[in-house]
């Protein structure tokens, strides 16, 4: 049986080894709660839904048709009450003060490990900004898993989950930790040019496309079609760069002095064609294709 945990790792690319170390547990956890063997508890459930980049509150809705509610039992079921006290800004000790109860308590209400008593239901629906009959008419609701509205996915997250790696493997791909990418994806900062690189690398993306989903406009002599006669000094400090090369690997490259790439650079001497060969080699361009700039 494919489970939805099963799927969201499956879709990822994760491994059960891979998800089991992002979150710090043994593989054999993640295989009994895909097993519906056991159940994640209120941190795992957080600590999973931070691996697979989703809403908690979707992740705890994995395994409500595995939660014990016998027929009957007395009080409400409580999975959706995470959504609804996320909708209402409230965080979960909170809640628990307002209702009078340990927040141990509204955690296994929201996990399905127990149900709502009525006599709690008036002081809940006070504390969540709705009467006593709303409240009661969404618990009951069969399939209702409310969370915080997700934001857009931006053109940076879009690459990654196109090359399908988690956030915390693309991080470390690029030589950031998560928090750093997470915020590049949101658009609150830029990354540098060398984590752009490393990002390009681990995506199989052209550089150029990784800097503008990162909102970096990259310069215009990247762009072949738009070189000119005379443009070669600027090319060449710009494919370098870009590249992450220094001049001395430039040159170690192509076989000649570091002095011979400043000078290349600074417009003083023209290389050869000799030398041009060897640059287009060296910047992995088809032959012939640095003559437009010459």
């Known amino acids: ?4 945990l099963r799927s969201e790792r499956a879709r990822r690319g994760l491994r059960a080894t891979d998800l089991a170390q992002e979150i710090g547990v043994h593989p054999m956890s993640i295989l009994r709660w895909e ?19 989703l809403e908690p509150a979707h992740v705890a809705g994995f395994f ?3 939660r014990p509610t016998a027929p009957g039992a007395a009080g409400h079921r409580g999975q959706a009450l995470r959504g609804l006290r996320w909708r209402a800004s409230v965080s979960a000790a909170r809640l628990a003060a307002e ?6 308590t ?19 629906a006070e504390a969540l900004g709705l009467s006593a009959e709303a409240l009661v008419a969404r618990l009951a609701a069969p399939t209702t898993v409310l969370g915080r509205p997700r934001p857009p996915m931006g053109p940076l997250r879009r690459l990654r989950h196109r090359a399908r790696l988690s956030q915390a493997r693309a ?8 928090h750093a990418l997470g915020q590049w994806e949101r658009g609150a900062g830029t990354p540098p040019l060398s984590a752009i690189r490393r990002l390009a690398s681990a995506y199989g993306a052209p550089v ?4 503008r989903a990162a909102g970096i406009e990259p310069p215009h002599l990247l762009d072949r079609a738009r070189w000119r006669p005379g443009d070669l000094p600027g090319v060449i400090r710009t494919l370098r760069e870009w590249a992450g090369l220094t001049q001395g690997e ?13 000078t290349w650079e600074s417009a003083r001497v023209v290389p050869s064609g000799r030398m041009v060969a060897r640059l287009e080699l060296a910047f992995g361009l088809p032959a012939g294709a640095l003559q437009a700039a010459l």
């Not at 097993?35 to 980049?53: D, K, Q």
């Not at 399905?112 to 709690?120: H, N, S, V």
């Not at 150029?208 to 800097?211: E, L, P, R």
């Open 208 to 211: 150029a496309q990784v800097a």
């Open 99 to 104: 209702v009078g109860v340990p927040a141990s």
């Open 1 to 4: 049986m494919t489970t939805l």
């Open 106 to 124: 509204v955690y296994n209400w929201e996990a399905g490990r127990a149900r709502i008593p009525a006599e709690r239901i008036t002081a809940l």
């Open 64 to 66: 409500d048709d595995a």
């Open 250 to 262: 430039l040159a170690r490259r192509c076989g000649c002095s570091t002095a011979a790439v400043r």
């Open 35 to 53: 097993r519906r063997e056991r159940l994640p508890g209120p941190v795992h459930i957080h600590a999973l839904a931070r691996a697979l980049e």
């Open 171 to 178: 991080a470390a791909a690029a030589g950031v930790d998560r």
